[in-house]
């Protein structure tokens, strides 16, 4: 794992989902999939002929903040199934560092328990670029509040989906 810009993350959320951790993981280590629970990205693709989470794989997300739109290339980190996905972001097409996302998954009584965690990575000089581009004057605090959305959906997703018998 890389140590990120600012040691202290931005946004952090928890829920317990009920559903294996397998579960979890097949979904959040899939960009792709992920976009349908996210608040800003939309719509996300693998890079470079691969088609699913490997450290070193790379993938495109595309965002939208109201009638901005931008697109950011990231970087996987981490992919341990079951456990920990995480990847870095950075602004295209300059390569800027943005953040770092990741996904703790830790069993429960009841299925699991998924914590995502934001690191904001960006330079201070490229903060009024980055407000100018997404239209959030308060990054952390929209992390915050996407990271709620994101895991109450993902929630509701995975708890429809009957879950594999015994």
Known sequence: MRIP???????????????????????????TAMARFAEETYRARW???????????RFQGWNRNGL????????????A??????????????????????????P?????????????RVPLWFVPVAILVTGVRNRMGANGAHIGTTLERLKAHLEAVPSPRP
Do not use: M
């Open 5 to 31: 810009r600012f040691p202290e993350p931005a946004a952090i959320g928890s829920v317990t989902i009920h559903a294996t951790a397998a579960q979890v993981y097949e979904v959040v280590s899939d960009p």
């Open 47 to 57: 890079l470079d002929g691969v088609t699913r989470a490997v450290v070193g794989a």
């Open 68 to 79: 901005r739109r931008w697109a950011t290339r990231c970087r996987v980190t981490d992919a």
């Open 81 to 106: 199934p079951a456990r920990c996905f995480a990847y870095e972001v950075t602004a295209t097409p300059l390569s800027v560092p943005i953040s770092r996302w990741q996904y703790d998954i830790a």
């Open 108 to 120: 429960a009584e009841e299925g699991c328990v998924i914590t995502e965690t934001n690191w904001i």
